[in-house]
């Protein structure tokens, strides 16, 4: 049996549903969904969206996660889309804010919906954070100054991309791009612009369907002490010839 036909059962059982029952509430015969159950036959898209809908479970935990492993109740449920996002708690039942180290940077892409990836990560409480759900994120590279590698952003969980506020920074997770701290801007309904603070970077664009998670910056913690900038002659010749490109570059086109 696959991870997607155990948690069928698993939920009808737990709603304490006949075969018979969850098939009229689902709209399909009790023969149909015996063979989900029993791993002999595969949902189609509408009627996976339907079981997702009605248990209000997302379809990437339906397909990928074993929720017989986990409290449903211990997940965050989100209004409109109807995700849960897996969260963590401490001995006496307060939210904590898991950290995303470097080395689990990629594997976040692909567990950040699965409860057990989640409950694995470090986790630190601060007092001043309230009234949302946060996590913190390791920043890459040089594109959004003064924060450096050795930093990490932490950011309030975004349900809606509507919430979304033209020129604030955000992390974004997206399967292509993974884990991406940018300056965000909507463009129309369905995309964003990200741009990066540091202007050698160029701004570039993602469709809304790509996102998986946004996060709010909410504050920032660094691990290294702060360097002054380099001003020598020579990093200024430097940027002054980086500079020259960038507009001959731009005449050209």
């Keep these: 049996m696959s ?11 737990g709603r304490s549903f006949s075969q018979q029952k969850l ?3 689902l709209i399909i015969t009790r023969e149909r969904l015996a063979k989900y159950e029993e791993g002999r036959s595969e949902p189609p898209f509408e009627i996976l969206r339907r079981i997702a809908l009605f248990f209000n479970v997302s379809i990437d935990l339906l397909l990928s996660v074993d929720i017989r492993k986990v409290e449903i109740d211990r997940l965050l449920k989100t209004a409109d889309n109807r995700i849960l996002l897996p ?3 401490d001995a006496s039942g307060n939210d904590t804010i898991e950290i995303i180290p470097y080395k689990a940077r990629a594997g976040y892409t692909t567990g950040y919906a699965d409860p057990e990836f989640i409950e694995n990560l470090q986790r630190i409480s601060l007092p001043f954070l309230t009234n949302g759900k946060f996590r ?3 920043v890459e590279g040089d594109s959004m100054p ?3 590698e050795g930093s990490f952003i932490i950011g ?3 349900e809606n991309l509507g919430d979304v506020r033209d020129g604030k920074t955000y992390i974004v997770l997206t399967r292509n791009d993974g884990i991406v701290y940018k300056r965000l801007n909507r463009n129309g309904k369905n995309s964003l612009m990200l741009h990066s603070d540091n202007a050698v970077y160029r701004p570039y664009e993602i ?3 790509e996102i998986l998670e946004i996060w709010e910056f909410a504050c920032s913690l660094s691990t290294k002490e702060a360097e002054p900038e380099d001003l020598s002659n020579e990093n200024i010749r430097d940027i002054l010839q980086e500079l020259r490109k960038d507009i001959r570059r731009i005449k050209e086109n």
Excluded: C, E, G, Q
């Excluded at 991870?3 to 009808?12: E, G, P, T």
């Design 3 to 13: 991870v997607f036909s155990d948690n069928l059962r698993h939920l009808r059982l």
């Design 23 to 25: 098939a009229n509430d």
């Design 87 to 89: 969260i963590t708690v």
């Design 136 to 138: 913190a994120f390791p």
């Design 146 to 148: 003064p924060h450096r």
């Design 156 to 158: 309030k969980y975004v």
């Design 207 to 209: 469709k809304a369907s």
